[in-house]
Nanobody, 127 residues
Framework: QVQLVESGGGLVQAGGSLRLSCAASGRTFSSYAMSWFRQAPGKEREFVAGISRSGIESYYVDSVKGRFTISRDNAKNTVFLQMNSLKPEDTAVYYC????????????????????WGQGTQVTVSS
């Protein structure tokens, strides 16, 4: 069974950058579609960015397009979220999620589609 561990969160000023990492255990990482979600206090968990098994296809929520980049390294069992030009409204706990999926190019964008979750990492952006 694959397990996910996030890292890289922290406190940053508006306009700054952070890079989140999500390391997966196990030998089947390349068979997992992966995404990042976030949850701010008092709000529902929302999709941020997703990447296909191959790493070629990606998809972003409109609010982060042009600022965030999702990538993966299947050889290192890791998915990344590079976050630039951070805004106070990006403040949330960020979770990586995975789903073993048959389609190489698919991106899954709803939380109910995922059955594998990390513990979350806090990102706080000060104004």
């Amino acid at each position: 069974q694959v397990q996910l561990v996030e890292s890289g969160g922290g406190l940053v000023q508006a306009g700054g950058s952070l890079r989140l990492s999500c390391a997966a255990s196990g030998r089947t990482f390349s068979s997992y579609a992966m995404s990042w979600f976030r949850q701010a206090p008092g709000k529902e968990r929302e999709f941020v960015a997703g990447i296909s098994r191959s790493g070629i296809e990606s998809y972003y929520v409109d609010s982060v397009k042009g600022r965030f980049t999702i990538s993966r390294d299947n050889a290192k069992n890791t998915v990344f979220l590079q976050m630039n030009s951070l805004k106070p409204e990006d403040t949330a706990v960020y979770y990586c999620a995975g789903k073993q999926y048959y389609a190489l190019a698919a991106i899954l964008t709803t939380s109910r589609e995922y059955d594998l979750w990390g513990q979350g990492t806090q990102v706080t952006v000060s104004s």
